[in-house]
C-alpha cells in the first residue's frame, strides 16, 4: 500500500506514539490537582507548551491547546470579531480557497452582522499582499489568510501579508494547518498575530492543536466552564495527546529541511511523469507548494472513479475535494483558481511524505496514467472531446 494522503492525515510517528502510551499509562493525573500525582501532568503539560512554543518562536504563555485545526480556527476568528466589534469595526477580509473551518465561520459571523470581503485567488494559487492592502478598510478588524492551501499546497506570501496588517494596524491570523511541521515558520519573522494547527497533519495524535496567540490579545472561550487553559478553554487538559503533539512537532523541525529537500524532489518527479498525461494540468504553482502536494485535473474522467480504481492498485489518494457526503459540488478551490465545472471534477491529490520511494513515485506515475486511459476508454465526455463535439480546456 502506498498512502499518499497525508494532507488527510498522517500515520502517528513513533516518537508521537510512544510518549503517548507511555504518558497515558504512567502521567494520568489531572493537571489541575495540587497534589504530587496532579503536578507531574502539570509539568508535563507546560513542557509541552514550552516545546510548541519553542517550534514556532513564540512564548509557552502565547500558546493554547485546543481538540484541533478547526477548533482553533473558529476561536480565533470568533476573537478577532469580538475585539473588532467592541471597537465598532466589523469588516473581515479572507480569501475563496480557505478551509471550511474558516470558510463556514465567516459565514456565521456574516449572519451575526459581519461584513466579509473573499479575495479571489490567481491562477497560480497564490494570493498577491497587494490585494490584501487594497481590501483593508477603517472598520477592517481581521485578515484571515492560510499558510498553505490544504487541496493544491500553494504556499501564500504570510510574512509580507503580516507586514501589510502591521502596518494597517489589523489583526492577522494564519491557518498554517498544512504548512507547519513541513515548512519553516517563524511567527515573529512572518508576522503573525494568531496561527492554527493540528496535532493529526504533523504525525501528532488526532483530536489535538493548538492556538498561537499573540501576548495581549484577549482570546474569546469558545468552550466556558473550569479554569484551564488561563480561562480560556474549559475541559482537563488531554495531557499525553498534548505532549506527543509535542513530541511529533519536535521531531518535524529537527529534520525539516532533510525532509523537505527529499520530499520536493519526489514531488517534482511525480508532476514530471503525471504532465506527460495528455489533457492533464499540474494545479496551483509548480514551485511555490508544499514539499509532498500534487494535485492534477485530467479531463474527461470522473475523480471518484479514478480514486477507487487507485485503490484496487494499492494507492491511497484523494480528489482533493470535500465532497465526501454524496455532494457532487466540484471543489471550491478548484473553482477559485479558474477550473471550470467539468475539468475540477477529474481532479485527483495526491500528498506524499519521506517514506515514499522512488519505486513507488514510477509506481504511482504508470498507475494513475493507465488508469486515467482506462476511464477515458468509456467516458461519453472524452469520446465528446475526441470527436470534436466540445473543446479541450486542458
Ligand atoms: C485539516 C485541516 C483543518 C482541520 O483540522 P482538524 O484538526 O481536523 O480539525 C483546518 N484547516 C486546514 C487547512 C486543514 O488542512
Known amino acids: 500500500m502506498i498512502y499518499a494522503d497525508n494532507a488527510a492525515t498522517t500515520q502517528m510517528s513513533e516518537v508521537a506514539f510512544n510518549t503517548m502510551t507511555n504518558l497515558m499509562k504512567e502521567i494520568w493525573g489531572n493537571p489541575s490537582s495540587l497534589y504530587t500525582k496532579g503536578q507531574e501532568s502539570r509539568e508535563v503539560l507546560e513542557k509541552a507548551r514550552e516545546e510548541i512554543a519553542g517550534v514556532i518562536g513564540a512564548d509557552a504563555r502565547e500558546i493554547l491547546f485546543t481538540s484541533g485545526g478547526s477548533e482553533s480556527d473558529n476561536q480565533a476568528l470568533l476573537t478577532a470579531a469580538r475585539i473588532g466589534a467592541r471597537k465598532g469595526k466589523m469588516h473581515i477580509v479572507s480569501d475563496a480557497f480557505e478551509h471550511h473551518a474558516i470558510l463556514h465561520t465567516l459565514n456565521r459571523l456574516k449572519e451575526e452582522g459581519f461584513e466579509v470581503t473573499l479575495l479571489d485567488v490567481h491562477e497560480n494559487g497564490i494570493i498577491d499582499p497587494a490585494q490584501v492592502e487594497d481590501a483593508i478598510r477603517e472598520d477592517t478588524c481581521l485578515v484571515t489568510i492560510m499558510y498553505a492551501n490544504n487541496e493544491i499546497g500553494t504556499i501564500q ?178 473553482l477559485a483558481i479558474g477550473r471550470v465545472h467539468d475539468v475540477a471534477h477529474g481532479s485527483l491529490r495526491l500528498t506524499i511524505d519521506e517514506t515514499v520511494s522512488e519505486e513507488e513515485i514510477d509506481y504511482i506515475v504508470k498507475n494513475v496514467s493507465e488508469v486515467v486511459e482506462y476511464l477515458r476508454g468509456f467516458s461519453p465526455v472524452w469520446r465528446d472531446l475526441v470527436n470534436g463535439k466540445r473543446e479541450f480546456v486542458l
Open 157 to 334: 506570501p504570510i510574512k509580507e501579508i503580516g507586514e501589510v496588517c502591521k502596518k494597517k494596524n489589523v489583526l492577522f491570523h494564519t491557518d498554517a494547518v498544512q504548512a507547519i511541521g513541513h515548512i519553516d515558520i517563524d511567527v515573529e519573522r512572518d508576522n503573525i498575530d494568531m496561527l492554527s494547527a493540528s496535532g493529526h497533519k504533523f504525525n501528532g495524535p488526532k483530536g489535538v492543536g493548538f492556538l498561537y496567540a499573540r501576548k495581549g490579545i484577549n482570546l474569546s472561550n469558545l468552550i466556558e466552564g473550569g479554569a484551564q487553559e488561563k480561562g480560556k478553554r474549559a475541559g482537563t487538559e488531554n495531557v499525553p495527546a498534548i505532549a506527543a503533539m509535542a513530541a511529533a512537532l519536535r521531531e518535524k523541525k529537527d529534520t525539516l529541511e532533510k525532509n523537505a529537500t527529499y520530499v520536493s524532489k519526489m514531488r517534482d518527479k511525480l508532476i514530471e511523469g503525471l504532465s506527460s498525461i495528455p489533457h492533464s494540468a499540474l494545479n496551483g504553482d509548480a514551485k511555490n507548494r508544499l514539499p509532498g502536494n500534487v494535485n492534477f485535473c485530467f479531463e474527461g474522467i470522473e475523480g471518484e472513479s479514478l480514486l477507487l480504481l487507485l485503490d484496487d492498485r494499492g494507492i491511497l489518494a484523494s480528489s482533493g475535494s470535500a465532497c465526501t457526503s454524496g455532494s457532487l459540488d466540484p471543489s471550491h478551490v478548484l
